[in-house]
């Protein structure tokens, strides 16, 4: 916790861009450069970015870094179900599912899969099998590939399948990567327009927004103030901070503005950006300025806003009893133990 905020990670990913999971046919290396060179590019002395090229994370390190050196509580391990360029994706679903299965009280599974990659049946069969034997409570969907590749979240023959499939094995929440296209993605491929009729079509699904859809920031903060299932998730905008304060304070600020802060998101982007505690401390300092309040009608970043979005409320929207959930990691007292969780007892 960080003053007594409860930390609940919505992003982290166990990379793997070792040779045997890069297709350097179909240009793995350049996405991989591409995407060391972004994390560089919003580094800064205190906030260092990781040069992960050629590297596989491992769970004794992940768990090292998000919870003995920092003070997250919880944390969703995602799947990046991104082939272009990667076997099994940047992020692979099995490397995320070892984390949560050797934490299983502090690390949640968001699966992933893919209509273009598996096919649209092998995606459902996928998913429920990710649902079934891994514990999957939310997945990770990347809709753009390399060459121009892509699919529709409200194609009725492709993507329906996948939501309908999610809700009747009780999974009410699903993930998006929208805008930061890499490689030879097509931007356009990667707007929010086709949130709108999915969202209208399954009220009952919570469908999250990454990156706030970079470029398509006001396209996608307007969409989200209009339909109450979409939440947007401050990734990759908390990591811009120290380089571009301005810039992530205008986009938080109209996140504030017109979403409002019950459907906002904290995520860290770990382990390209290694060092989560750098951002849990700048964000749990941040202030919203006087000129941007006045000028651009911005609301205050108050404690009450920040102790939702570091945890209530995508805690909300998994279900998680925070009160509980406390007393489960740290007993009465409230103090956190570094040690505990892992299921085999190391």
Not at 280 to 300: N, S, V
Request: proline residues 5%; contains cysteine; charged residues 25%.
């Amino acid at each position: 916790m960080k003053n007594g905020f409860f930390v609940l990670d919505n992003a982290i990913h166990m990379y793997k861009l070792t040779d045997e999971n890069i297709d350097f046919n179909h240009g793995g290396k350049k996405s991989t450069n591409a995407l060391v060179e972004y994390a560089r590019k919003y580094s800064a002395p205190g906030y260092p970015y990781d040069d992960i090229s050629g590297r596989e994370l491992s769970v004794e390190d992940a768990y090292r870094l998000m919870f003995e050196e920092s003070d997250t509580d919880m944390a969703m391990a995602q799947t990046v179900p991104s082939h272009g360029g990667w076997k099994l994706g940047f992020s692979p679903a099995e490397n995320n599912y070892k984390l949560k299965e050797a934490y299983p009280d502090r690390v949640l599974f968001c699966g992933g899969v893919d209509p273009i990659t598996h096919g649209r049946y092998g995606a459902v069969t996928e998913m429920i099998r990710q649902i079934e034997e891994w514990g999957a409570t939310s997945f990770k969907f990347y809709q753009a590939h390399s060459g121009g590749l892509s699919w529709k979240i409200d194609d009725r023959q492709v993507a329906y399948p996948l939501w309908e499939t999610a809700l009747e094995h009780g999974v009410t929440n699903v993930q998006f990567h929208k805008g930061l296209a890499f490689n030879t993605q097509h931007i356009a491929d990667l707007a929010p327009y086709d949130l709108e009729r999915a969202a209208q079509d399954f009220p009952e699904m919570t469908f999250i927004v990454h990156h706030l859809g970079e470029p398509f920031i006001n396209e996608t903060i307007n969409i989200a103030a209009r339909y109450e299932n979409i939440h947007l998730a401050l990734t990759a905008w908390i990591n811009q901070y120290p380089v571009a304060p301005r810039a992530a304070l205008h986009a938080i600020g109209k996140c504030l503005l017109h979403v409002g802060p019950d459907r906002l998101l904290w995520g860290s982007e770990a382990f390209v950006w290694p060092k989560v505690q750098a951002y849990i401390d700048l964000f749990a300092e941040m202030r919203m300025p006087e000129d941007l309040q006045d000028g651009y009608g911005y609301p205050e970043l108050t404690d009450e806003i920040k102790e939702k979005i570091f945890g209530l409320n995508f805690a909300r929207v998994l279900g998680i009893d925070v009160k509980a959930k406390k007393k489960e990691l740290y007993g009465k007292g409230g103090k956190k133990s570094a040690k505990k969780g892992r299921k085999d007892g190391c």
